[in-house]
């Protein structure tokens, strides 16, 4: 059994490719991103945006959850900057994880006349009135990172592999309590080790495939006593995080530790799956008298992302590890998508069998990610351009 496992995480991991990029920087997934700049021009208020200047080839509306994240704020930015350097108007819009103000928007886009819609839902079941609306109208409707649920009337989706995602949560989990080196290979370390398990928001289709990627590495160490999750806390509907809040992450952070760890033992590991929820639990876990840092008995802590407030951390020692998703590659592909259903074509998908909505297989294409140690935040984020050398020393984007 060990064997077999061993082999399926250094297959993720040789899965993994760095991805060459160019152009700016931003990162996250959704939920609230304090002590940070968000390092993007405001595109207007969390219940409006903006549209192109000039544009040639039709309006796109574009729906983006939150400003409260840079990842979103990049997202939105990217993609608007995309689509207008190929002659389109764009009316991006944010919607403050204000699912009403989101079906407004949308419904305002179709109002004026967007002739396709790219959208990253705040709730991927709560839209089917304004998809059945761009229905009627003809308008394409690309899913953006986050698959819209329980309507056929989704037409693409665009996103990262997510349960691979989930693998390189876990395996860098692993790697950070010494049970495997980076390369995939098992280490004479035997436990058991105290863990602790965070999901996203279960209202977000990508927390189950994040959740279900890391499960299938963990499940068999768990089974083995190698891990031990001592609250007892393993399913997704205990662990998961509504809205993906760094707030309320750091609440359930401190009640198991009230209430699991209040005999003297500690936890020794964290599966976070977002930057975000890793400072709300990294702040509890000092907070209570862990660390500073990882030399200092911080806990071993996940993420995904790369928000460059957490890239600091893993840098400095706090954070071990955050999932790089390029949402410049995201951004890129969107356009794509949207450019090959104005010109009368469909778009390439590379995946045509895995991301089933609850009504159908919304066909897809799949961008790679990669793991974030502090020994290869220059090779990944700075060589790239994500971010510069002086934003991951201030932990502020510029």
């Known amino acids: 059994m060990r064997t077999r496992k061993i082999a399926a995480v250094a297959a993720g991991l ?17 939920g609230t991103d304090t002590g940070t700049d968000a390092g993007s021009e405001d595109t207007g208020s969390d219940e409006g945006g903006d549209g192109g200047e000039g544009g040639e080839g039709g309006l796109i509306g ?37 699912i009403p103000v989101q079906q407004q928007q949308i419904d305002q886009m179709i109002t004026k006349g967007a002739e ?67 390369e995939g290979n098992e280490t004479d370390a035997a436990g058991p080790f105290n863990i602790e398990l965070f999901a996203g928001s279960l209202d977000d289709n990508n927390a189950f495939f994040f959740f279900d990627g890391a499960m299938s590495v963990l499940q068999p160490y768990i089974d083995e006593g190698v891990l031990v999750v001592k609250s007892g806390q393993t399913d997704i509907e205990q662990v998961a995080t509504l809205r993906w809040q760094q707030e309320t992450a750091q609440k359930r952070m401190e009640d198991l530790l009230t209430s699991t760890y209040n005999d003297g033992t500690k936890v020794q590991g964290v599966l976070s799956p977002y ?8 702040t509890a876990l000092q907070n209570a008298g862990y660390g500073p840092g990882i030399d200092a008995g911080m806990p071993i802590v996940t993420g995904q992302d ?53 009504v159908k297989v919304v066909p897809s294409y799949l961008l790679e990610s990669d793991i974030v140690y502090a020994d290869n935040i220059t090779e990944l984020l700075v060589d ?15």
């Open 275 to 282: 930057d975000g929820l890793s400072r709300g639990i990294i």
């Open 384 to 398: 790239s351009g994500y971010w510069s050398e002086s934003e991951v020393e201030s932990g502020v984007a510029e």
């Open 14 to 30: 040789t899965l993994a490719m760095s991805l060459a990029a160019c152009g700016g920087g931003g990162a996250g997934d959704t």
């Open 306 to 358: 790369a928000e460059i407030a957490s890239v600091k951390l893993i840098a400095d020692g706090v954070q071990f590890s955050t999932i790089f998703k390029d949402t410049r590659k995201l951004a890129d592909q969107a356009v794509v998508a949207a450019e090959a259903y104005l010109s009368g074509g469909e778009p390439e998908a590379n995946d045509t069998k895995t991301y089933d909505n609850g």
């Open 116 to 182: 396709a819609l790219i959208i990253a839902a705040i709730d991927g079941t709560a839209i089917s009135g304004q998809l059945e609306a761009a229905a009627s109208a003809g308008i394409p409707v690309i899913s953006y990172d986050r698959l819209i649920r329980d309507s056929e009337n989704v037409d693409f989706y665009v996103t990262f592999d997510n349960f691979q995602v989930g693998v390189q949560q876990a395996t860098s989990l692993l790697v950070g309590l010494g049970l495997m080196d980076q």
């Open 62 to 98: 574009v729906a983006m959850p939150t400003q409260t994240s840079e990842r979103w704020i990049a997202d939105g930015e990217a993609v608007k900057a995309g689509l207008e350097e190929a002659g389109y108007d764009v009316d991006l819009q944010f919607a403050g994880d204000d």
